[in-house]
């Protein structure tokens, strides 16, 4: 089947929900007969519901964990957090290059970037030789002003109130 028009899409800020609207986009593609891989640029393969679930829905739905568990000194970011951003990098090209699905999602992307574990500029290229018929969904805080520009659709969700806050801890099945 396949899209007919593929655009850009930025789902960034300090709210929660960036990956989960993302996820909820690829749901809406998979129940239309359309293919999506997400690229997890910042999150190892520990075990998630999402990722759970794209085991389930393979192979119409791939997730690509492709950082380390653990958090990224931000600081100080080590040469395997680099290495393993700019190799998730390389694979969402091949996937772009390839037309491998209709529905590609960079997720984290945004935060890779401002980590300088990817450069903006890498990003921009693989925006500008996306497929004609591929949606492209860039999630994570601090989208470059680039990102947004060139996005046909930015949603930025913003923190008005988080239980985090308030001492609570991630949940299986919200968060995890």
């Given amino acids: 089947m396949g899209l007919e028009k593929g655009l850009i899409q930025v789902y960034t800020g300090d709210g929660k929900g960036k990956t989960t609207a993302a996820l909820g986009l690829a749901l809406r593609a998979l129940g239309r007969g359309l293919n999506v891989v997400m690229i997890q640029f910042l999150k190892g393969d520990r075990e998630t519901g999402e990722l759970n679930m794209a085991r389930r829905l393979s ?70 030789g996306k497929p004609r018929d591929m949606e492209l969904i860039l999630t994570g805080r601090n989208a470059p002003a680039s990102f947004m520009e060139k996005a046909h659709l930015v949603t930025t969700m913003e923190c008005t109130k988080h239980y985090f806050d308030q001492g609570e801890a991630a949940r299986v099945g919200v968060e995890l």
């Avoid at 290059?97 to 945004?110: F, G, P, Q, R, T």
Wanted: some cysteine; aromatic content about 2%.
């Fill in 59 to 128: 192979p119409n739905f791939v997730i690509k964990p492709m950082g380390r568990n653990g958090f990224v000194d931000r600081a100080n970011p080590s040469a395997q957090d680099i290495s393993l951003a700019q190799a998730a990098l390389r694979e969402a090209q091949r996937i772009s290059d390839e037309k491998a699905c209709d529905l590609l999602i960079l997720d984290e992307v945004n935060v890779a970037v401002s980590l300088g574990l990817v450069t903006e500029d890498a990003v921009l290229r693989l925006m500008d």
